[in-house]
């Protein structure tokens, strides 16, 4: 787990932090689990959500679960990997070519084409040149992909030969079908498209026109737009409802915005995205004793950030996830500038500073709204408790 130690406070300028030089071993709690063990010690924290975006969470003991996948085979060829769907799908060539050579022998065995048979001169065979398994082997793969080397073929004298004919270069089509249709729809999926999404590796709370702020840094790394983009969050925690029931993971709304535009920012360049820390905020009991992370009751929480936009080529909807555990939020740190000119008049990104932090000049601080203020925004109702 990796954290930011804030600088001396001797020193006068910004110090930039970079976040491989920012390791430390110490333990956190592990998500809704608080302290255990003698003298509270703290447990490692697990995530639910990667760094990269995948789910943590395994699903177990669900009845019927093998059929179910199998009912949506579309779905579940398209979530394999890759090592297992090629060698399923040439076990799958492999094993219809050796199935329908057997056919084909059995076929030739009951006609009396095999050379055991030694049959007369004047006999016709259901498939010339075909008197062996291996042959029929040969036979059936060629007939499947269509080679046609003319050595072998199919004759007249057997109708039951042209019936599985047919059959065989029916069900060769609808697997090359099946197969292509899932080979293109895997590589074309904007899954991909989102591991040139960049998130940094930090969140950090600094102050932003005077109120604290919790900014997370995104940024396309190729140079096709991504449209409509939407940043939004959630923020994971165990709460305790009002009829005493403990909800482990809630999951409660955390709003991002850019700057005055908070719908579809135009993501050319890295942005910055901020989440105000108000009273409505959920991180304002967490904001309050000055965003630590040792607290195992109001740093115990996982900060889900989720980015959906269109893929420009491909029109195709793209969503890139990413998770921030409480030491991964420094608290008085902010993001350096990555965007400048060159000579030429170009603007250059630099992402050599992408994931580094610097020290904020002033401690954000949290102020709770003013009983006036809070009158105000209830558009003049008192608000209970």
């Given amino acids: 787990m990796t954290s930011a130690t804030p600088p ?29 063990g003698v003298g509270g010690t703290l447990r490692k924290r697990r995530r639910v959500l990667s760094k990269d975006g995948r789910s943590n969470v395994r699903i177990e003991h669900v009845n019927g679960r093998n059929a179910l996948y199998m009912r949506d085979l579309w779905t579940t060829f398209l979530d394999m990997q890759w090592r297992y769907k090629l060698f399923l799908f040439t076990a799958t060539f492999a094993g219809t070519w050796f199935l329908f050579g057997v056919l084909w022998y059995l076929m030739a065995l009951v006609h009396g084409d095999l050379l055991e048979f030694d049959p007369p001169s004047n006999h016709t065979p259901c498939v010339m040149q075909m008197q062996t398994l291996t042959g029929a082997f040969l036979f059936s793969l060629e007939t499947q992909t269509t080679i046609g080397y003319g050595f072998r073929c199919i004759t007249e004298e057997c109708p039951a030969a042209i019936i599985l004919l047919i059959v065989q270069l029916v069900i060769t089509m609808l697997m090359e079908i099946f197969i292509t249709g899932t080979f293109l729809a895997k590589v074309a999926r904007p899954k991909k498209r989102g591991e040139t999404v960049k998130f940094s590796q930090h969140a950090v709370v600094s102050t932003h026109e005077g109120r604290p ?24 925690q165990t709460s305790l409802t009002k009829e005493g029931e403990t909800v482990r993971l809630d999951q409660r709304n955390v709003p991002f915005q850019v700057d005055t535009s908070s719908d579809s920012p135009f993501l050319i360049l890295p942005l910055t995205f901020y989440h105000l820390i108000d009273d409505n905020s959920p991180l304002r009991a967490w904001a309050d004793k000055g965003g630590g992370w040792t607290d195992p009751e109001l740093a115990d929480f996982e900060l889900l950030v989720i980015m959906s936009a269109t893929v420009e ?55 709770k709204s003013s009983p006036q203020h809070e009158y105000q925004s209830n558009g003049g109702a008192v608000s209970e408790g």
């Fill in 313 to 367: 080529p491909t029109s195709a909807t793209c969503q890139v996830r990413t998770s921030y555990l409480p030491d991964e939020i420094l608290w008085g740190y902010e993001f350096p500038p990555v965007v400048s000119l060159s000579p030429s008049g170009k603007y250059i990104a630099d992402f050599a500073f992408f994931d580094k932090v610097a020290k904020t000049k002033t401690t954000p601080i949290f102020k």
């Fill in 8 to 36: 001396s406070s001797r020193s006068s300028s910004p110090q930039k932090v970079c976040h491989s030089q920012t390791q430390t071993d110490v333990l956190k709690p592990l998500l809704g689990g608080g302290l255990s």
């Fill in 213 to 236: 702020c919790l900014m997370i840094r995104v940024a396309n790394m190729r140079k096709s737009l991504l449209l409509g983009c939407q940043v939004s969050g959630k923020l994971l």
